[in-house]
């Protein structure tokens, strides 16, 4: 028990001294973002990044099936479709510093939850042991109408 309170009082110290560095600098610590991009995956279409580096870590945007050579969308089956998303999201992750081996959350919104099994079949071709993290749901519809979009989060540090 005196371990556990030990542990705790020092736990508490660190936050409480991190909180009092936070607000000396007036809220303003220097968490720094900097945005990411390629010409190696689609442009960003909106008011969005490809990805924003933050605090040791990439958030990368959705990417879609769309070839940033040619910006033409992939037609192809759920297979194709999530190859060229996960080429697509390893340019991002490469411009960013990082790859799939640093990913430690994805997730993937599928247009149908019946093509589960054969996108994860190629998901694992780009991802090896320890798997990141990962969440799939379907929606009712993605950007271009495509079968598939993914995200992820990767360490970059």
């Not at 001294?17 to 968490?31: C, D, I, N, V, Y």
């Not at 580096?53 to 999530?82: K, M, N």
């Not at 919104?109 to 990141?132: C, G, H, I, W």
């Not at 109408?145 to 540090?157: G, M, N, S, T, Y």
Request: charged letters at 25%.
């Amino acid at each position: 028990m005196r371990r556990r309170h030990a542990l705790l009082a020092m736990v508490s110290g660190l936050v409480l001294s991190k909180h009092r560095a936070f607000a000396q600098s007036g809220g303003q610590k220097a968490m720094k973002q900097e945005e990411v991009k390629t010409d190696r995956a689609p442009k960003a279409i909106g008011p969005y990044s490809q990805a924003v580096v933050a605090g040791g870590f990439v958030f990368c945007s959705g990417q879609i099936a769309i070839d940033p050579s040619t910006g033409e969308l992939s037609t192809g089956g759920i297979e194709d479709q999530t190859r060229r998303v996960l080429k697509n999201l390893g340019a991002v992750l490469e411009a960013a510093g990082s790859s799939f081996d640093r990913v430690v959350k994805a997730t993937v919104f599928l247009q149908d939850m019946n093509d589960f099994s054969r996108m994860n079949e190629v998901y694992a071709e780009f991802f090896k042991t320890p798997f990141p993290a990962r969440a799939a749901v379907q929606v009712a519809r993605l950007p271009r109408d495509v079968r598939i979009e993914i995200e992820a989060i990767a360490l970059v540090e």
